[in-house]
């Protein structure tokens, strides 16, 4: 399970090159592999008065959704609720996988799973529950966000793509020219049972407004059953709570592998015999085998020892750091040896050293050679002069 408490936010994470905008975006680099940026923010469960415009969405700020991330294409849009505004009182975290990339624009349609009636989230690929990290359904195909207008009328789903894409300072249920609320509509929700979620159809986990009711609604973690009906109303055991916490990310690519944790070594039985072992991931329990030779592999961290005799124990793993707490020395793995890394100081010290007694011996070398010619010339002038 996901502990939100050890959740990084690394600013700067993404760059829009396509408008030509550098804007300052939140990523979750922790969850379901990171790569979720954060491009909206509310406060409460209404979805009608939050506005959208270029300012960075931060985890705590003010309420808003990004108009900076219109022609981002994404793979993955993701809810995420919680009871305070702690994302360790998270209720409900799912994302839904689309079929194929498409503008963060386009978001919600009427085609796509999704239909005349019923406007939203479509073409979905499948469901994750972000809480249990397990995929819950591949039949929904349309998260429905409210009633399908039609697109002329610049109403719901379709107002809500625009402000997706440019500021709208009333939020996406307002007309454009004066602030009149032309929509009492707007949700997120996800089943795991249905092919459309929300509204009249229920849902597992749900958030935002239905025919003027605004809540959030959510089950036991891990449970499969529709929790919440229209009108904000709970069924099968579910909670419904008005005041909730929700953070909107988004996810252009999967997130890739650049190495794997795995370290290998061997031990020698009574018999002589070698036999390797290897720790995977974050495990501590070796299993028999070897690690790829040919992968790019990650070890982690450095072993610390208090002494010789506690140095002996540490498996002989290629790679692996050790420091002595008794020397104060720091070892490498490496040649089927331990060898020791000397720090900056004394590797200078040394040099220097070795420089003074390389120097004095090129001089006491040169005083030979001036002596050595020196008393050949003069041999030369005392056999000249005796001759």
Known sequence: MQTYKELIFEPNCFQMRACHLSPQIFCDMTTDGGGFMLMGRKNNSITWTVPSNKLTVEPYGEPHWSSSLGDAPILDFRVQMATREDFKTTKADWSYRLQSKRPLKNLMMNTGGCDQRSAGIGDIAYVKDLLTEKIVTTRLRCSKFGFAYHPLVKFGWHKMNSCLQKPCPWGFAFHDVVKHQVDFHGGFSFSTTRTISGMEYNATASVGCDNGYCCGCYGPVGGTKDYCAENCKAINGGTVIKNVFTWFWVRSSLPKRLWKKCMDYQVKRDDGKLISYKLIGHGVVPVKGSCNKDSTLLNDGIVVVPDSSAAQKVPAIDGLLEYRKDKQELYI???????????????????????????????????????????????????????
């Open 333 to 387: 793995r490496s040649n089927k040896t331990w060898n020791a890394l000397a720090p900056e100081n004394k590797i200078i010290q040394e040099t220097d050293k070795k420089y003074k007694l390389n120097l004095d011996k090129i001089k006491n070398q040169n005083y030979l050679v001036v002596w050595e010619w020196s008393a050949h010339k003069g041999h030369e002038i005392l056999r000249h002069r005796a001759s």
